[in-house]
């Protein structure tokens, strides 16, 4: 329903911002930073060094303050919808004027 509810409003910065407090509990955000302190890229040792900057500490009390699970929920809702949509059933368009 969350997603649901982002994606009625538009999918407005807004939103995104009820969106992630709706679903930023203590344990989730954890779970986020955790993912994004253990990225990998041997070949982008700076930006790598930044993204595990980002979520080093404690989290903001706020969640949509906390710039990491923006970002993820974000993301997540994005993938959700892009599923969302390749499920749902193409409906037959009717036959147009020069095809009836």
């Given amino acids: 329903p969350e997603i649901a509810a982002y994606v009625a409003a538009d999918e407005t910065v807004e939103a995104l911002r009820g969106l992630a407090r709706a679903t930023g509990d203590e344990e989730v955000r954890a779970w986020a930073r955790e993912a994004l302190r253990g990225l990998e ?5 700076e930006a790598l060094s930044a ?10 009390e706020d969640p949509a303050e906390d710039a990491v699970w923006v970002a993820a929920v974000q993301a997540l ?21 020069s095809e009836g």
């Fill in 41 to 45: 890229a041997p070949q982008e040792p």
């Fill in 51 to 60: 993204l595990h900057g980002l979520a080093a500490g404690d989290p903001p």
């Fill in 77 to 97: 809702a994005e993938q959700a919808i892009a599923l969302a949509l390749a499920s749902e059933p193409r409906q037959e368009q009717p036959p147009g004027p």
